[in-house]
């Protein structure tokens, strides 16, 4: 089992341009998110997919754009990227019963804009 | 507004003693906690968690406590080892929004051998 992986591991862009990042479980997990790490800041909730086709809002939306392409895949876009993208990203997944509550977190991708 | 918060941005203990990290909350909407622990360059892993309905969870050298009048819970790790060096996170799910959890800032843990 892979569990949430992400890709790409590292990236750079220029200000103004544009990318995709990717994730994928293999944990049949219905609710999908994406956080970004600041140094101070803890995780900030960007978007989230509460189930396959439906997708939400989190605290820090502004500046992307997500689609949840299938059960398993959950992507994230840049349209224009700018230096406060600067971040780590975490995608996690979780399963979606009463009580079970953990999600789990892929290995992160570090974006720097230039 | 940081509705949950982990004050003390760095712990250092000997080995062999007690961590004790703290967190405190703001929203009586939360009903469920997680501690969420995150070693460099890797995604955080859940460590334990515990419901609002309880007071105490346990899990081997792991015991989450939660006082929900004064909106605090605390992670104590006993006996402390150096393994156990690494961020340590917070979190709280809301009850009225499914699956969402807010983070505390995280409590980065030293622990000399």
């Known amino acids: 089992n892979a569990g949430v992986t992400q890709t790409p591991k590292f990236q750079v862009l220029k200000t103004g341009q544009s990318m995709t990042l990717q994730c994928a479980q293999d944990m049949n997990h219905n609710s999908m998110y994406w956080y970004r790490q600041d140094p101070g800041m803890g995780l900030r909730l960007i978007y989230y997919?509460?189930?396959?086709?439906?997708?939400d809002k989190g605290e820090v939306p502004n500046g992307y754009n997500v689609s949840r392409l299938n059960k398993r895949e959950f992507s994230l876009r840049l349209e224009s990227a700018a230096p406060s993208q600067t971040s780590v990203y975490f995608c996690?997944?979780?399963?979606?019963?009463?009580?079970?509550?953990?999600?789990?977190f892929g290995p992160g991708t570090r974006l720097t804009v230039l | 507004d940081q509705q949950v918060k982990q004050n003390s941005p760095s712990l250092s203990v000997q080995e062999g003693r007690i961590s004790i990290l703290n967190c405190d909350y703001t929203n009586s909407m939360f009903d469920y906690f997680l501690w969420y622990k995150k070693y460099p360059a890797e995604g955080p892993t859940f460590l334990i968690s515990?419901?609002?309905?309880?007071d105490k969870n346990e899990d081997g050298r792991f015991t989450v406590f939660l006082n929900k009048s004064a909106k605090h819970l605390s992670l104590h790790i006993v006996p402390s080892q150096p393994g156990d060096s690494a961020v340590y996170f917070c979190a709280a799910r809301w009850s009225t929004s499914y699956g969402k959890l807010t983070f505390g800032q995280g409590t980065i843990l030293t622990v000399h051998p």
């Open positions: 997919s509460a189930s396959e086709g439906t997708t």
């Open positions: 515990i419901s609002s309905i309880k």
């Open positions: 996690a997944s979780s399963y979606s019963g009463t009580g079970i509550y953990e999600q789990f």
